[in-house]
């Protein structure tokens, strides 16, 4: 194994003099390679990962070429439209299109004629046994192995289990091609700024001189780089959001604990954050963390240590806290409705909200995105339903048609855990602003932290609700303003 320090070089050599540009980050630059230099790249699978990781390589001087097995995505894309919400993405989409190093076409075969690198970028969803499914980088394997070029490096960046490139290769059935684990971590709203400044490169193979060429693509973002063998670059991804997920849940459970005995989280926050061992980021209270990684990545590790024979019970432990901690956002609304209701009747589980209307503000998993992939505000709404309640959302993503009061959310059922029942979409509906959604509902539930929010004119919301109660599972408004006017406010963790 080797690793590099940030700028350093080893095995990682910048050829001819580099030229400067700025995005996306604060106006920090990054460095350019001439276009001499540029490597001729494969990207298969334009979507939050490909498209962010195809633009980026042009934009450092590589001749990109994309393969998407959906034609829609491809045309869009063509046309110098990016599908996806994520800032600066159509800019840097654009660029490499002016530049003439970044082209799109519609499937994998395409995409790979005389590619040096081919990057995989597919979906490796949960299979039903709680392992990674991977069929999508198996079945673009089969598809390319006869068109590859001798001595094409193929680059995983798809999250797959220990031992997939393993896979790969035999499913590739090339002996002439090489197969490089370079796990991704960019974060969907930031995706751009963090795909042109990673924090570090992982590339993992048997073929170290592979993995430094790999990691060379990536010289010009100057980002600390670590070659290691397969297995633990694959292992190093898994765990980076293992110790996310776990992060996340101990913040949770730390609200709860605060609730429990009094305290406010936001100031233990600031007191444990100052601690360098300890840090700030990622130690927000929530509703849960979800999103199209965490989830699966979490439980897709319990099962690869399960099958090693290590029995990962603290991270089974993470997950359960956040299971814990959708429940706990439903019953905060539940007490809520109840406390602002003249004669509350105690209602059975499950029909805890019949006949109550509530607002849901947010449903992707996070702001700055339009991902609605196993999104805890979906869950918490999904929850709500199940208590009898009719959901009245807005998200500044969910689009409503013009003119329509309100719309179904598309794409809804397809978001439930595999296998339960999807008649609960039916109780939720998507409005065109967040004062419409609150339209004689008994509460409304902050769910995601779009900043937008914070500036509603909360009179307004007050007049718009049936009753003024606000649950903010994102902490995100400020409770002494929400009290002035008269609100029933509750958050996380926060007196
Ligand atoms: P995505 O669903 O947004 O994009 C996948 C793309 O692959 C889609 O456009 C789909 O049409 C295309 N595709 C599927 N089969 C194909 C085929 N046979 N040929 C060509 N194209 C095909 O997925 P994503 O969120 O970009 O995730 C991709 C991988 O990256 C996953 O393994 C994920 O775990 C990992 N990852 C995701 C993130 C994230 O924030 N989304 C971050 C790090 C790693």
Not at 32 to 42: D, E, I, K, M, Y
Request: proline share 6%; aromatic share 6%; glycine share 10%.
């Amino acid at each position: 194994m080797s690793a590099t320090g940030p700028g350093g070089a080893t095995g990682v050599h910048r050829s001819g003099p580099a030229t400067e540009a700025s995005f996306g980050h604060g106006g920090s630059s990054v460095r350019v390679l001439p276009h001499t230099s540029g490597r001729s790249v494969a990207v298969i699978g334009v979507g939050y990962v490909g498209l962010p990781t195809a633009a980026t390589l042009a934009h450092l001087g590589h001749r990109v070429t994309c393969g998407d097995a959906d034609p829609a995505k491809i045309a869009l894309l063509q046309g110098g439209r990016v599908p996806i919400v994520e800032e600066h993405l159509e800019d840097l989409v654009q660029e490499g299109q002016a530049s003439g190093r970044l082209h799109f076409v519609v499937g994998a075969t395409d995409a790979v004629a005389g590619a040096e690198f081919v990057f995989l970028c597919v979906p490796t969803p949960q299979a039903e046994d709680g392992s990674a499914d991977l069929s999508y980088v198996e079945a673009v394997a089969e598809e390319i192995g006869p068109h590859l070029a001798p001595g094409t490096v193929i680059v995983n960046k798809s999250t797959v289990p220990v031992g997939s490139t393993l896979v790969v290769e035999r499913v590739l059935g090339r002996h002439d091609v090489t197969v490089v684990s370079n796990p991704e971590f960019l974060r969907e709203g930031t995706a751009v700024p963090d795909s042109l400044h990673p924090e570090r490169i992982v590339v993992g193979a048997a073929d170290q001189s592979a993995a430094a060429r790999v990691g060379e693509l990536f010289a010009g973002t100057h980002a600390p780089l670590l070659i290691t063998d397969a297995a633990t670059a694959e292992t190093i991804k898994y765990a980076s959001n293992a110790f996310l997920a776990t992060k996340l849940s101990f913040v949770n459970a730390v609200a709860g604990l605060c609730e429990a005995v009094g305290a406010d989280v936001r100031d233990v926050i600031l007191g444990l954050g100052y601690d360098k061992r300890i840090g700030f980021e990622f130690l927000r209270p929530g509703p849960g963390w979800g999103g199209s990684c965490l989830p699966k990545d979490t439980r897709a590790l319990v099962y690869i240590a399960e099958q090693a024979g290590y029995d990962f019970s603290f991270l089974r432990g993470a997950i359960a806290t956040n299971e814990e901690q959708f429940v706990r956002v439903v019953d905060k609304v539940v007490r809520a409705v109840a406390r602002t209701t003249a004669a509350p009747v105690e209602r059975p589980a499950g029909d805890r909200l019949t006949g109550t209307v509530v607002a849901a503000w947010g449903l992707t998993f996070k702001a700055g995105t339009d991902d609605l992939r196993n999104s805890p505000a979906v869950e918490v709404v999904r929850r709500l339903v199940g208590e009898g309640a009719t959901v009245q959302a807005f998200d500044p993503t969910v689009a409503v048609p013009a003119g329509a009061p309100s719309a179904p959310v598309t794409g809804l059922s397809s978001l439930a855990p595999p296998g339960t029942d999807d008649s609960w979409t039916a109780s939720v509906r998507s409005f065109p602003d967040a004062y419409a959604a609150c339209a004689g509902a008994a509460a409304v539930v902050v769910l995601t932290e779009w900043d937008e929010f914070r500036w509603l004119d909360f009179t307004t919301v007050r007049e718009r609700l049936s009753a003024p109660v606000v649950v903010d599972a994102r902490n995100l408004l400020d409770p002494s303003q929400l009290r002035r006017l008269g609100f029933d406010y509750t958050g996380i963790g926060r007196r």
